[in-house]
């Protein structure tokens, strides 16, 4: 079963970027997904993008400012994130679906696999 390992999260002030990784331990023919959860709240869905790359989605609190990309030679999938505000403060999550419904990419249940996450932080 493939593991997924998310990297490159940190702190960082207002306006500042970071690019997140997640590496797949195996050959990777998954869509793929972002996802964040902040305390005390709830998961949501930030980015997602089909196996070969050809379909993004992003979450309206995003658009603009996040860009989901694949290397798919490589089994990773990365999140750039520029122009990060504090309310992106959160530990950021990847996911793995087989085939997914483009109707349905936002929904946490529709992914198999996740990874551990990493903490992404904010500064004002």
């Known amino acids: 079963q493939v593991q997924l390992v998310e990297s490159g999260g940190g702190l960082v002030q207002t306006g500042g970027s970071l690019r997140l990784s997640c590496a797949a331990s195996?050959?990777?023919?998954?869509?793929m997904g972002w996802f964040r959860q902040a305390p005390g709240k709830e998961r949501e869905f930030v980015a997602h993008i089909s196996w070969l790359g050809g379909f993004t989605s992003y979450a309206d609190s995003v658009k603009g400012r996040f860009t989901i990309s694949r290397d798919n030679a490589k089994n990773t999938v990365y999140l750039q994130m520029n122009s990060l505000k504090p309310e992106d403060t959160a530990v950021y999550y990847c996911?793995?679906?087989?085939?997914?419904?483009?109707?349905?990419?936002?929904?946490?249940?529709?992914?198999?696999?996740w990874g551990q996450g990493t903490q992404v932080t904010v500064s004002s």
């Open positions: 996911a793995a679906g087989l085939s997914m419904n483009r109707l349905r990419v936002g929904l946490r249940d529709d992914y198999n696999l």
């Open positions: 195996t050959r990777n023919t998954y869509d």
